[in-house]
């Protein structure tokens, strides 16, 4: 009758300690989804004064000068915001992707606006690219390049790929395409749009 007494003792201690685990890596979670969040705001604050500064100088210089492709803020380079009204989101891109600053806002994964290929890749952290599920055929997506030229995109395929499927993230003929990865990071929703001229 101890004994058993006993083990249930510890299974009640090792449940415990595994719910304890689980709530701080939760709150972990949570946590760093937010300052995610803060941080890509800072960063689209400082972005509106450096494009307005890069507008103006654009206005200013003659076509073979008007060639800017990224602004610099901080040292880091970016390429543009993207605007999405379904999930109430507008991010800051980094014109160059890893680890590192997808903590921070989404990062152009490869090709570009310029030549209807853009990959812009980011965190599933829900100030981030979270949501991307629940967006649907006829959504827009508008990305706001860095001389503040508009781009309209119509979302036109929703797909789930396997995590190490970068042939497939890279296959097609889509103007614009945005992923992020499930929870647990095996598989990426991949989100193909195309352009809509306004």
Not at 97 to 106: N, Q
Not at 151 to 174: F, K, P, R, S
Request: aromatic share 8%; proline share 1%; glycine share 8%.
């Amino acid at each position: 009758m101890k004994n058993r007494k006993a083990r249930g003792m510890i299974y009640l201690f090792v449940g415990c300690l595994l719910l304890l685990c689980a709530g701080g890596w939760s709150v972990s979670n949570f946590l760093e989804d937010q300052n995610a969040g803060k941080e890509a705001s800072a960063i689209l604050e400082q972005l509106d004064i450096a494009q307005k500064e890069m507008i103006q100088q654009e206005e200013t210089s003659t076509e073979e000068e008007s060639s800017a492709q990224m602004v610099v803020v901080d040292g880091e380079a970016f390429c543009g915001r993207v605007m999405i009204d379904a999930l109430g989101i507008e991010l800051p891109v980094y014109d160059v992707w890893d680890y590192s600053r997808l903590k921070k806002a989404p990062c152009r994964y490869m090709g570009s606006v310029a030549t209807n290929d853009i990959i812009i890749a980011a965190h599933n952290y829900k100030t981030h690219f979270g949501l991307l599920h629940q967006l649907e055929k006829g959504d827009e997506i508008r990305f706001i390049d860095i001389i503040g030229k508009s781009h309209l995109y119509e979302v036109c395929e929703i797909v789930v790929l396997d995590g190490t499927a970068v042939t497939d993230m890279q296959a097609g003929n889509w103007d614009f395409t945005l992923f992020t990865c499930t929870k647990g990071g095996k598989q990426r929703v991949t989100i193909r749009c195309e352009r809509i001229l306004e």
